[in-house]
């Protein structure tokens, strides 16, 4: 598992429903060592603070084998690394066996996944496709966010090394389809329900779930 790539954006502007967005998902390439901070990585801007950055959303990291994939259904070739805003392209972390409350080492930094991507108005209007939002999410290739846990260096090359694995056993595919994709499964809402790493908001849509379960205690 590497990193092939760590992209980052200063915030710019963009009209969306006829009025100015500050955005940060226009995301190049970066030479050398990067440092992840608690709340970003050095050099990259999250414009809208409402649903970007902070401490669950310190790091995006999207997988290159999902590429292909999009070149096809939006017929487009030649996707480069940043093309979903993400801050880290990488290889082998696939959201089907990555878990929620993994905690990873790169470079120097330590990292532990948050929750997946939800699709927002900006990927679609940098596609000028509207209808990506729903294509997005219901492919399932969320990507997923990561807070830091320890500062520290990274850069395009560095191994991906799993530190721990979190104990529930939720992977990120799981958890979105959980709660997004109306997947019915109490047991994994149940264990859902125990992720520490899950943020307040993630922690309410879990807590959601749970309330539409049948009661099977009588």
């Not at 050099?43 to 990291?61: I, P, S, T």
């Not at 259904?73 to 990555?98: H, I, Q, V, W, Y």
């Not at 330590?110 to 108005?121: E, G, I, S, Y």
């Amino acid at each position: 598992m590497k990193v092939l790539s760590v992209n980052v954006a200063q915030a710019r502007a963009i009209k969306i429903g006829g009025r100015d967005v500050m955005t940060g998902i226009f995301k190049e390439p970066v030479r050398g060592r990067v440092r992840a901070r608690r709340h970003a990585l050095d050099g990259d801007v999250q414009a809208d603070l409402r649903v970007h950055g902070g401490e669950h959303k310190a790091v995006y990291a999207y997988p290159v084998e999902h590429y292909p994939y999009w070149e096809e259904a939006l017929a487009r070739s030649g996707l480069g690394p940043g093309t979903f805003g993400e801050n880290l392209t990488t290889s082998g972390l696939l959201e089907t066996d990555t878990h929620i409350g993994d905690v990873l080492r790169i470079g120097s930094a330590v990292l532990q996944v948050t929750h997946p991507r939800m699709p927002c108005a900006k990927l679609a209007h940098k596609f000028g496709r509207p209808e990506l939002i729903k294509e997005f999410l219901l492919s399932g290739r969320s990507g997923f966010y990561l807070r830091v846990e320890e500062e520290g260096e990274l850069g395009a090359g560095d191994d991906i090394e799993i530190v721990r694995r979190d104990p529930n056993g939720v992977t990120v595919r799981q958890l979105l389809g959980l709660t997004d994709l109306h997947e019915h499964d109490p047991e994994l809402a149940r264990r859902a329900a125990k992720l520490e790493a899950l943020p307040p908001s993630w922690r309410d849509d879990v807590a959601a779930v749970l309330r539409r379960l049948p009661d099977d205690r009588s």
